[in-house]
């Protein structure tokens, strides 16, 4: 038995995983996949790679693409969501701010640096002609350091996933202005370079097995239903964020990986672009 970490975060797009790995279908090849939940996101998941604490990370497209240009020696393997992350702009529920205009000069919650909510605060920037270079961020790790952010006035909005953050507004703790879209697919699947010239078949073989299963996900009867128990969401949030939502089986293809790029060193994320081959390894 051939036993290989990944990471992820603790949210619905990852249930296709838990569902592998508790049917035993990795272990029928002789794989065992240790998931470990990371709730502090991309960022921390960049440095659980570059540590080797992870062989795998399931991971926001633009946050790996920074860190292997920044020297994380990990390759993207695979596209594992296609569709866009959309990104709520939260502010606490008894603000002032009513649009995403009165956030201008104002400071973002973010996780981490690095992470997804650092980076999509700057694309959010960009889009509204703010001058991206004097924002400042208040750093609190998880949502609830968002919540507590804030609440007292640390920091003014946070961007996270639209759905896993609608219990906060519907609970009266966050209020939502605006959504953010990412402009190209949210989730990757990133492996370290190590693991991937040790064991290709293994990591192919993972692949084979997710697909599979992501595939048919949405034709698996009462998903919602499950989804919905397991991650504390209304029914009808959960039947939308499916209708959205388009898991991928197909590695990331290099007019969209120019994009990411060009847009990351537009907005100085990146000081330098990776070459096709530096980011992506084609198994």
């Given at each position: 038995m051939k036993t290989i970490k990944i990471a992820g975060v603790p949210e619905h797009f990852n249930l296709p995983w838990h569902m592998c790995i508790e049917n035993g279908e990795f272990e029928e090849v002789g794989i065992n996949l240790e998931w470990t939940d990371v709730p502090e996101g991309t960022g921390k998941m960049c440095q659980m790679l570059r540590d080797g604490e992870t062989d795998m990370a399931v991971i926001l497209t633009e946050g790996i693409v920074k860190d292997i240009n920044a020297g994380n020696d990990s390759k993207i393997v695979q596209v594992y969501v296609q569709s866009p992350l959309i990104w709520g702009i939260h502010v606490d529920a008894k603000s002032k701010y009513k649009e995403v205009a009165d956030l201008k000069d104002k400071k973002p919650a973010i996780s981490r640096m690095g992470s997804g909510s650092h980076l999509m605060s700057i694309?959010?920037?960009?889009?509204?002609?703010?001058?991206?270079?004097?924002?400042?961020?208040?750093?609190?790790?998880?949502?609830?350091?968002?919540v507590e952010a804030l609440s007292n006035g640390k920091a003014d909005y946070f961007m996270w996933e639209r759905f896993m953050t609608k219990p906060l507004v519907d609970k009266g703790i966050f209020r939502r202005i605006a959504d953010c879209p990412t402009p190209w697919p949210c989730f990757v699947i990133a492996v370290r370079n190590e693991v991937l010239e040790k064991h290709p078949n293994t990591i192919a073989q993972i692949l084979e097995i997710i697909n599979m299963t992501t595939e048919e996900f949405k034709m698996i009867p009462s998903i919602d239903r499950t989804l919905a128990s397991k991650y504390n969401q209304k029914i009808e949030d959960i039947q939308e964020w499916l209708a959205l939502t388009h898991w991928s089986q197909k590695n990331l293809d290099e007019k969209v990986l120019n994009k990411i790029q060009n847009q990351l060193f537009e907005l100085k994320i990146i000081d330098k672009k990776g070459t096709f081959a530096e980011i992506v390894n084609s198994l």
């Open positions: 694309v959010n920037a960009q889009n509204q002609n703010w001058d991206t270079s004097t924002l400042q961020f208040e750093i609190v790790n998880t949502i609830d350091g968002a």
